[in-house]
C-alpha cells in the first residue's frame, strides 16, 4: 500500500534534547554538561523501568524523577519548586534547524507526532515550536499507558490514524524507538544525528568517553536486535528530496 502518513517521534528526533543544556547550566555552572547527558540517559531508563514494573506514571513525573536522581547522585539539590523550573526546559526544547523546512516539504502528506511526552509537555512543546499547523495530530503513549518501544503503542498509532502499517512511515532517531517501530511492522527511516564514522573519530581524539560521548554512544546508533531501519538519512530535510526514499509510494505514487 502507499504511504499515506508520516509519524515523527518527538525528542531527538525533531526537537534537540540537548538544547536543555543551557538550563542546567544556569541552574548548576559548571554541571550543566554532565546534568544533561545522565537526565536523558536516567529519563529513558526510567520509562523502561516502569513498564517493566508495571507502575506507569506520565513522562513529567519521570522526568522530574530522572532530574532529581541526577542530582543527588552529583551531590546537588534543589527544591521541588527549582526541580520543576528546570525540568520545564523540555517543554522549550529547540527545533532541529531543518524541521520546519521538512514538514512543510512533507505537506501533501498526513503529518503527526508520537511520543513519550505526556499531552501537556508536547501541547507546550509543540506550541512553542510554531509547528502545530503542519501537524494533524500528536500523538501521547499516555493516552494508553505504556512507554514506547511496547508494540501496544505503536498499534495505538495505526488506531488513531485509522491506517494499516503499511501505510505509515515512522521517523525516529533513536535506536530503542527505530527498534522497536521497525519490529511492529512499520517502515522506518532513521535520522542519523551521529554517523557511527563520525562518533569513532572523537572518541579516539579525546581518548575518553565523556557523559555526552557515552550519549552518542547508547542512544544515538543502531541497536543490534535484528530490527533495521528501513533507510537511514542525515537530516529530516532527506525525506523531500532522498533518492532512497522515492521507492517509497506515496499519494501521487512517491514521496515528494
Same mark, same amino acid.
Given at each position: 500500500?502507499?504511504?499515506?502518513?508520516? %509519524?515523527?517521534?518527538?525528542?531527538?528526533?525533531?526537537?534537540?534534547?540537548?538544547?536543555?543544556?543551557?538550563?542546567?547550566?544556569?541552574?548548576?555552572?559548571?554541571?550543566? !554538561?554532565?546534568?544533561?547527558?545522565?537526565?536523558?540517559?536516567?529519563?529513558?531508563?526510567?520509562?523502561?523501568?516502569?513498564?517493566?514494573?508495571?507502575?506507569?506514571?506520565?513522562?513529567?513525573?519521570?522526568?522530574?524523577?530522572?532530574?532529581?536522581?541526577?542530582?543527588?547522585? +552529583?551531590?546537588?539539590?534543589?527544591?521541588?519548586?527549582?526541580?520543576?523550573?528546570?525540568?520545564?526546559?523540555?517543554?522549550?526544547?529547540?527545533?532541529?534547524?531543518?524541521? &520546519?523546512?521538512?514538514?512543510?516539504?512533507?505537506?501533501?502528506?498526513? +503529518?503527526?507526532?508520537?511520543?513519550?511526552?505526556?499531552?501537556?509537555? +508536547?501541547?507546550?512543546?509543540?506550541?512553542?515550536?510554531?509547528?502545530?499547523?503542519?501537524?494533524?495530530? %500528536?500523538?501521547?503513549?499516555?493516552?494508553?499507558?505504556?512507554?514506547?518501544?511496547?508494540?501496544?503503542?505503536? !498499534?495505538?498509532?495505526?488506531?488513531?490514524?485509522?491506517?494499516?502499517?503499511?501505510?505509515?512511515?515512522? %521517523?525516529?532517531?533513536?535506536?530503542?524507538?527505530?527498534?522497536?517501530?521497525?519490529?511492529?511492522?512499520?517502515?522506518?527511516?532513521?535520522?542519523? &544525528?551521529?554517523?557511527? !564514522?563520525?562518533?569513532?573519530?572523537?572518541?579516539?581524539?579525546?581518548?575518553?568517553?565523556?557523559?555526552?560521548?557515552?550519549?552518542?554512544?547508547?542512544?544515538?546508533?543502531?541497536?543490534?536486535?535484528?530490527?533495521?531501519?528501513? %533507510?537511514?538519512?542525515?537530516?529530516?530535510?532527506?525525506?523531500?528530496?532522498?533518492? !532512497?526514499?522515492?521507492?517509497?509510494?506515496?499519494?501521487?505514487?512517491?514521496?515528494?
Amino acid at each position: 500500500m502507499p504511504i499515506k502518513a508520516l %509519524v515523527f517521534d518527538a525528542y531527538g528526533t525533531l526537537f534537540d534534547v540537548q538544547s536543555v543544556a543551557a538550563a542546567t547550566e544556569a541552574a548548576f555552572p559548571g554541571h550543566g !554538561a554532565t546534568i544533561t547527558q545522565i537526565w536523558r540517559l536516567k529519563q529513558l531508563e526510567y520509562t523502561w523501568l516502569r513498564a517493566l514494573m508495571g507502575r506507569y506514571e506520565d513522562f513529567w513525573t519521570v522526568t522530574t524523577e530522572s532530574l532529581d536522581f541526577t542530582l543527588k547522585t +552529583l551531590g546537588l539539590t534543589a527544591t521541588p519548586a527549582f526541580l520543576a523550573e528546570i525540568a520545564g526546559a523540555y517543554d522549550g526544547l529547540a527545533l532541529y534547524p531543518e524541521a &520546519r523546512a521538512a514538514l512543510q516539504g512533507l505537506a501533501s502528506y498526513r +503529518l503527526a507526532i508520537f511520543s513519550n511526552g505526556s499531552p501537556a509537555m +508536547l501541547k507546550r512543546l509543540v506550541a512553542h515550536a510554531g509547528i502545530g499547523e503542519f501537524l494533524e495530530t %500528536v500523538i501521547s503513549v499516555d493516552e494508553i499507558g505504556v512507554y514506547k518501544p511496547d508494540p501496544r503503542g505503536y !498499534a495505538h498509532v495505526e488506531k488513531r490514524l485509522g491506517l494499516s502499517r503499511d501505510e505509515i512511515l515512522f %521517523v525516529s532517531s533513536n535506536g530503542f524507538d527505530i527498534a522497536g517501530a521497525k519490529a511492529h511492522g512499520f517502515t522506518v527511516a532513521r535520522i542519523e &544525528r551521529v554517523p557511527a !564514522a563520525a562518533l569513532r573519530i572523537e572518541i579516539e581524539a579525546t581518548g575518553t568517553i565523556d557523559p555526552k560521548l557515552m550519549f552518542k554512544a547508547l542512544r544515538l546508533q543502531p541497536e543490534q536486535l535484528g530490527f533495521h531501519a528501513d %533507510v537511514t538519512i542525515a537530516a529530516l530535510t532527506d525525506l523531500v528530496s532522498y533518492a !532512497a526514499i522515492r521507492n517509497l509510494p506515496g499519494p501521487s505514487g512517491s514521496l515528494p
